[in-house]
């Protein structure tokens, strides 16, 4: 009988020993997990905060470069960058990510004058003495092509093919500039004309300079802006032009709208403001585009 006791009891024992080892394996594990768990949110939490970091200095960045960067897959980056656009900490375009709305709304040419006025007035000042005398020139729409009209003061004869209705009255205000103004239905937010009637003046021309202003400027898609028409329209004055001078100010990098113009492959110049990125304008510089960045001058009191 006691024999059956001391069994008994010695079976119970080596159970429980045998059910808090296997507890004691299962909780080990557990805690292995969360340390883990906690290493991969810790990884994560510090990666995105390098993503931000990077963005704020860049403005805009490619998953790639992000890839690289980080040495960290790109679909662990686009995750990220899912992530933190959710918490509206920047925005995702094709390829990467920037911390402005990368797609831009139509907007009056009476709003947007008002927009950029030191950068447009630098940019304008520096394209407006590109220009040489007895030229032929094709000047689009925008605010920043109508600053650049301000300083257009030719000692000789230029004649300027243009869309604005408002550049072409500004321009009249000097007699030694001819004005061609193309024809066709008038956009009221850009005071720019549209249509066949302005196509088929173009393809009759040919010029030695084309001066173009864009809403939107992405390295792997091009330069854009909000009316598909206005887009067609700005192609053919491509064609008709020797060379393409664009006046882009920076805050219209990373942008993308409605209508594509052309690849920067048909860009021959760039003229910007000094609130770009090095990394931009080494970007631009290696795809084969000249640019020049423009110094703004602060109001001195």
């Not at 939490?45 to 790639?64: N, P, T």
Request: hydrophobic share 40%; charged share 25%.
């Amino acid at each position: 009988m006691v024999s059956f006791h001391f069994c008994f009891i010695s079976l119970q024992s080596y159970y429980n020993f045998a059910y808090n080892k296997t507890k004691a394996k299962y909780y080990f594990q557990y805690l292995i997990y969360i340390s883990k768990k906690c290493l991969y949110i810790c990884k994560m939490i510090e990666r995105h905060a390098k993503i931000l970091e990077i963005i704020k200095k860049k403005k805009q960045v490619k998953v790639q470069d992000l890839s690289k960067t980080l040495e960290t897959s790109t679909v662990t980056i686009r995750k990220d960058l899912k992530h933190l656009e959710s918490k509206l900490l920047l925005f995702r375009n094709h390829g990467g990510a920037s911390l402005e709305n990368p797609y831009v709304n139509d907007k009056s040419v009476n709003e947007k004058e008002f927009i950029h006025t030191k950068e447009k007035l630098a940019i304008g000042k520096f394209a407006a003495g590109c220009i040489e005398d007895d030229q032929f020139i094709i000047m689009a729409s925008g605010t920043t092509l109508l600053s650049m009209a301000n300083f257009i003061n030719p000692v000789k004869k230029l004649t300027v093919v243009t869309s604005a209705l408002n550049i072409a009255v500004r321009l009249l205000e000097n007699p030694n500039i001819e004005v061609l103004q193309l024809g066709g239905y008038i956009r009221p937010n850009s005071y720019s004309v549209i249509g066949h009637y302005s196509e088929m003046i173009l393809k009759e021309t040919a010029c030695s300079k084309l001066f173009l202003s864009v809403d939107g400027i992405d390295l792997d898609y091009g330069l854009t802006t909000t009316n598909a028409l206005e887009a067609h329209l700005n192609q053919i004055m491509i064609e008709s032009a020797k060379e393409v001078i664009a006046l882009i100010d920076s805050s219209k990098f990373g942008k993308k709208s409605f209508g594509r113009i052309c690849g920067l492959e048909q860009v021959d110049h760039i003229i910007t403001d000094s609130n770009i990125s090095e990394d931009t304008v080494k970007k631009l510089r290696l795809l084969g585009v000249n640019v020049t960045v423009c110094e703004l001058v602060l109001n001195q009191a």
